[in-house]
């Protein structure tokens, strides 16, 4: 089994920043791919931003030039870096994790951090 601990939510204003920070616990595994989705209320899950192994780091559109995404894998964590943010950002963040245990790849999820943008 493999947790993801998320940290670093709260409230800010428009044009703020914010540090999202998400370590993966657990023994026998290996992370394929981490990154970050995003959910407001009677919405879908959205992609955020995700690292992988093997390629650049992909985010949405409406994070580009904004968010930043990095991982520490001696750490097993991975961090989304907020900035200019503005209401429409405003969501519960999950952790995501795509991980290889043994010869299974396995999703996990975080409990998830809430991320206020308001005045």
């Known amino acids: 089994q493999v947790q993801l601990v998320e940290s670093g939510g709260g409230l800010v204003q428009p044009g703020g920043s914010l540090r999202l920070s998400c370590a993966a616990s657990g023994s026998g595994f290996s992370i394929n791919a981490m990154g970050w989705y995003r959910q407001c209320p009677g919405k879908q899950r959205e992609l955020v931003a995700i690292?992988?192994?093997?390629?650049?780091?992909n985010y949405a559109d409406s994070v580009k030039g904004r968010f930043t995404s990095s991982r520490d894998n001696a750490k097993n964590t991975v961090y989304l870096q907020m900035s200019s943010l503005n209401p429409e950002d405003t969501a519960a963040y999950y952790c995501n994790a795509r991980v290889l245990q043994g010869r299974v790849y396995r999703v996990y999820w975080g409990q998830g951090t809430q991320v206020t943008v308001s005045s």
């Open positions: 690292i992988t192994d093997t390629g650049p780091t």
